[in-house]
């Protein structure tokens, strides 16, 4: 790179945050409601060494800028940004300190947490004091990028409608490190999990969607790492435009990587989806480090006290709160977003701790500015929006509360399936969850897609442990076992852990079939966590947040049990995507529609019959039938349905119950589509109508309808 003069500098355009590199020479672009100055620096090809300190010139609009000729792609580049020092008023600029640029398109190099990354004197334990230490041989550096791709495989990109969606949720590194088909080398990389056989086996499960847990540069907690331990997860984000480094095998091209990543799950015609963090950052509270947006301007991207802003909102539970009521806050997530759906072509977001992006000065509310944005924007409307709807702060729980058009996490279907698959949870309780919860996401035009389900996922047991154990085993994280949820809802058979009891193992294995089943052929959209299709374990551990090890690494020596439990997933998603009447739009209701005479679903008792209200209220009711009618009004239009007609059995009875098939409308017989006693019967076994059927115990057993029209 030639030498910059700064005379040479321009003033830019403070059109677009960020560096933006045009080909002849590279826009810088910072907001700062509050700061009296921004120099940019430069850093030699090591990212070691600052080799040039430029002040942007122009201050338009809260935004600094300037433009810099021939500096371009490859070059390492932080903020240091003059202002006030005053805590107490919320102002913590220290230009002693290197920060990163919240709109950078990729970082390089790791935190080392040094006393010089605090903007305060750290050994005095007082942010109220001033740290006139350099931070730049300590921190990352930001890295120019050329944003030129040629996205050879899109041709393969397609949305998948929600009634079609399958998410199955995983972790770049740990997906693929100890896979044996991919080249060591790239184990545990973005170019590892876009490998032809890694692509091929997501594919071949029947999931529409890979869900993956935070790629946005993410910081390693000093507590963590003092006790060999890391932020595995990586919900501790620091920048929301760029791919972690730490996932490239090849670093200095991370951004085409995980392009690269993408493209090949388009080609495979699967959606890749990101879990996102813009509820909080790296940055923690008043004793955190200053490392970009506390020393950008901390007044105005957190949320402080009203009344004593030198301290922190905490609505999140790690410290600080981003503040979403900011305008400019706001632009900065919804041009994070978009830059994500236009630039790296991804399809949808999952929202950790989504309550706080709804969040006002006055609390939660449905019409805040970020889901505003989100309703009325052209790009983000084009993609699937999915809202982890809680987080620790007053009114934080939100499940079903939020706008039309929005998916939600549904732990009231994992907490439901849990208990009832244990004991603890009647027919009754079930019986919404498998329709998709209308108790809660059935208003406003909202379809039954809104309710994601879920019986597992990154955080807590993975589902072979929750069959396995009845209380958590967190010892590795060096936490005496204190830390993760000790209300998990499971159930360990009759032994704790690993046993060779024969009875326990197979009705272990039944379990693990039967909350599959339950969570397949729900209404509503399933999301499967990756591993549970062949019992992947964690060993008791549920909160593996911190493992960076054998814990949270997928195991890819597969038993013969875990083979034959993928057979069966398979068969599972297979049915979902063949019989449209396992994913209606439309919720299930039970109501009879008097002009059609048809009713879209009707509860089944032992004998046979309808269900009847006493039989709800009976406790004692274990087994019972879902009866889903593919005549119903599939949509607005007053006309019969056309699909298949099914007939989902459950019994969560200890015994075995013999089950009559009813006799149901047209009803020419029934034939066997899966059972989860005998999960490799390939044989579709036909019955009359009427006939009884063995329905083992702890079982789920379908039927499909053989009308008379088929015959």
């Known amino acids: 790179m030639s030498e910059i003069i700064k005379g040479r500098i321009r003033e830019g355009s403070p059109a677009?945050?960020?560096?933006?590199?045009?080909g002849q020479g590279t826009n810088f672009s910072l907001f700062s409601a509050n700061a009296t100055k921004v120099e940019v620096c430069l850093f030699d090809s090591t990212g070691e060494k600052e080799i040039e300190r430029v002040e942007l010139p122009e201050y338009t609009n809260q935004i600094f800028h300037g433009y810099l000729p021939?500096?371009?792609?490859?070059?390492?580049?932080?903020?240091?940004v003059h202002g006030p020092y005053e805590p107490e008023a919320g102002h913590r600029f220290n230009p002693n300190k290197l920060l990163l640029d919240p709109y950078a398109r990729a970082h390089a190099g790791s935190l080392t947490w040094d006393p010089a990354v605090f903007g305060y004197k750290?050994?005095?334990?007082?942010?109220?004091?001033?740290?006139?230490?350099?931070?730049?041989?300590?921190?990352?550096?930001?890295?120019?990028?050329?944003?030129?791709?040629d996205w050879h495989g899109e041709p393969g990109r397609r949305f998948v409608p929600w009634d079609h969606t399958v998410v199955y949720e995983t972790h770049v590194k740990g997906y693929t490190k100890l896979h044996p088909d991919v080249p060591e080398n790239l184990r545990g990389t973005y170019a590892g999990l876009g490998q032809k056989p890694v692509v091929d086996y997501i594919k071949s499960l029947g999931v529409t969607s890979v869900e993956l847990l935070p790629v946005h540069t993410f910081i390693d907690d000093d507590f963590l790492l003092q006790k060999g331990l890391v932020n595995f997860w990586g919900y501790n984000s620091?920048?929301?435009?760029?791919?972690?480094?730490?996932?490239?095998?090849?670093?200095?091209?991370?951004?085409?990587?995980?392009?690269?990543?993408?493209?090949?799950?388009?080609?495979?015609?699967?959606?890749?989806?990101?879990?996102?963090?813009?509820?909080?950052?790296a940055e923690g509270n008043e004793k955190g480090p200053t490392l970009s947006f506390k020393g950008i301007d901390n007044a105005s991207y957190y949320r402080l006290l009203p009344d004593q802003k030198r301290f922190y909102i905490n609505d999140t539970g790690t410290g600080n709160t981003?503040?979403?009521?900011?305008?400019?806050?706001?632009?900065?997530?919804?041009?994070?977003?978009?830059?994500?759906?236009?630039?790296?072509?991804?399809?949808?977001?999952?929202?950790?701790?989504?309550?706080?992006?709804?969040?006002?000065?006055?609390?939660?509310?449905?019409?805040?500015?970020?889901?505003?944005?989100?309703?009325?924007?052209?790009?983000?409307?084009?993609?699937?929006?999915?809202?982890?709807?809680?987080?620790?702060?007053?009114?934080?729980?939100?499940?079903?509360?939020?706008?039309?058009?929005?998916?939600?996490?549904?732990?009231?279907?994992?907490?439901?399936?849990?208990?009832?698959?244990?004991?603890?949870?009647?027919?009754?309780?079930?019986?919404?969850?498998?329709?998709?919860?209308p108790d809660k996401f059935n208003h406003s035009g909202r379809g039954a897609w809104a309710s994601v389900n879920f019986v597992t996922a990154h955080d807590g047991f993975?589902?072979?442990?929750?069959?396995?154990?009845?209380?958590?085993?967190?010892?590795?994280?060096?936490?005496?076992?204190?830390?993760?949820?000790?209300?998990?809802?499971?159930w360990n058979c009759g032994a704790e852990g690993p046993t060779d009891d024969p009875e326990i193992n197979a009705l272990r294995e039944r379990q693990i079939r039967n909350i599959l089943s339950t969570l397949v052929l729900s209404q509503g959209t399933p999301m499967i966590l990756a591993g549970d299709e062949f019992g992947r374990t964690q060993e008791g551990n549920n909160n593996a947040y911190c493992q960076d090890s054998e814990?949270?690494?997928?195991?890819?020596?597969?038993?013969?049990?875990?083979?034959?439990?993928?057979?069966?997933?398979?068969?599972?998603?297979?049915l979902r995507h063949k019989y449209p009447i396992l994913r209606r739009t439309r919720f299930l209701t039970g109501q009879m529609n008097e002009e059609l005479g048809v009713r879209d679903v009707t509860w089944i008792n032992a004998n046979g019959s309808e269900m009847q209200p006493g039989d709800w209220d009976n406790a004692t009711t274990k087994c019972f039938g879902?009866?889903?009618?593919?005549?119903?009004?599939?949509?607005?239009?007053?006309?019969?349905?056309?699909?298949?007609?099914?007939?989902?059995?459950?019994?969560?009875?200890?015994?075995?119950?013999?089950?009559?098939?009813?006799?149901?409308?047209?009803?020419?017989?029934?034939?066997?589509?899966?059972?989860?006693?005998?999960?490799?019967?390939?044989?579709?076994?036909?019955?009359?109508?009427?006939?009884?059927?063995?329905?083992t115990g702890r079982s789920v057993v379908l039927f499909l309808l053989q009308a008379e029209t088929e015959k």
């Open 551 to 574: 814990i949270s690494w997928v195991n890819w020596e597969i038993e013969e049990k875990g083979q034959t439990l993928i057979r069966f997933t398979r068969k599972l998603l297979e």
């Open 122 to 149: 750290m050994e005095s334990g007082d942010d109220l004091t001033f740290d006139e230490r350099d931070s730049a041989p300590f921190v990352p550096k930001c890295v120019i990028v050329d944003p030129n791709f």
């Open 16 to 22: 677009k945050r960020g560096a933006h590199w045009d």
């Open 322 to 437: 981003v503040n979403l009521s900011h305008p400019r806050v706001i632009q900065m997530v919804a041009d994070s977003l978009r830059y994500w759906v236009q630039e790296m072509h991804i399809d949808g977001f999952r929202f950790d701790l989504g309550t706080i992006l709804a969040r006002e000065p006055h609390g939660f509310d449905e019409q805040s500015g970020f889901l505003k944005v989100c309703q009325q924007d052209p790009v983000l409307q084009t993609v699937k929006l999915i809202a982890e709807p809680w987080d620790i702060g007053p009114g934080g729980y939100q499940v079903g509360s939020f706008p039309a058009g929005w998916a939600e996490w549904n732990d009231s279907f994992r907490d439901t399936v849990r208990d009832f698959w244990r004991g603890e949870a009647s027919a009754q309780a079930l019986a919404p969850r498998l329709c998709g919860s």
């Open 70 to 80: 021939d500096v371009g792609p490859g070059t390492f580049y932080g903020y240091r």
């Open 238 to 281: 620091i920048g929301f435009f760029a791919p972690d480094p730490r996932y490239a095998s090849d670093v200095p091209n991370s951004l085409r990587e995980f392009k690269e990543m993408v493209a090949r799950y388009h080609e495979a015609g699967l959606e890749v989806i990101l879990d996102v963090v813009y509820n909080h950052t």
């Open 626 to 695: 879902m009866l889903m009618d593919g005549r119903a009004q599939v949509t607005g239009i007053r006309k019969r349905g056309q699909d298949a007609t099914v007939l989902m059995v459950i019994n969560g009875h200890h015994d075995l119950v013999e089950f009559n098939l009813p006799d149901a409308s047209g009803c020419q017989g029934w034939t066997l589509l899966a059972d989860t006693n005998i999960p490799d019967d390939e044989e579709e076994r036909a019955f009359e109508c009427g006939d009884t059927y063995q329905v």
């Open 462 to 490: 993975t589902l072979n442990d929750t069959v396995t154990y009845n209380e958590k085993h967190n010892e590795a994280n060096g936490e005496d076992n204190k830390d993760g949820h000790s209300d998990n809802r499971s």
